[in-house]
Nanobody
Framework: QVQLVESGGGLVQAGDSLRLSCAAS????????MGWFRQAPGKEREFVAA????????DYADSVQGRFTISRNNAKNTLYLQMNSLKPEDTAVYYC????????????????????WGQGTQVTVSS
């Protein structure tokens, strides 16, 4: 069982930056591929970014490529999402997710690929 707690959300203006964090419980963080997803009001939850167990492979949605950076600190059991050049369309609740993965370098981008989810943190970008 993995428990995930997101933090770092808030209200910012377009063009600003935010860094989200996701703290994971337990001693098996390195066994999990990690991902960030977001859900805007009235929309389905969508993939944002993912990172492999070792951190060597990352994957991004086209809408955030070049603006967002996913990273992880396995010594601190923490996942990060650095978000730069934020846009109003980035407004959503952001969730981190974990999947127990045998493949050290694989990432996943479908919501049903992930086993554990945090409660989410709100990001609001004003124009």
């Amino acid at each position: 069982q993995v428990q995930l707690v997101e933090s770092g959300g808030g209200l910012v203006q377009a063009g600003d930056s935010l860094r989200l964090s996701c703290a994971a419980s337990g001693r098996t963080f390195t066994m999990h591929t990690m991902g960030w997803f977001r859900q805007a009001p009235g929309k389905e939850r969508e993939f944002v970014a993912a990172i492999s167990r070792g951190g060597g492979t990352t994957d991004y949605a086209d809408s955030v490529q070049g603006r967002f950076t996913i990273s992880r600190n396995n010594a601190k059991n923490t996942l990060y999402l650095q978000m730069n050049s934020l846009k109003p369309e980035d407004t959503a609740v952001y969730y981190c997710a974990a999947r127990n993965a045998l493949d050290y370098s694989r990432t996943y981008y479908a919501t049903n690929d992930y086993d554990y989810w945090g409660q989410g943190t709100q990001v609001t970008v004003s124009s």
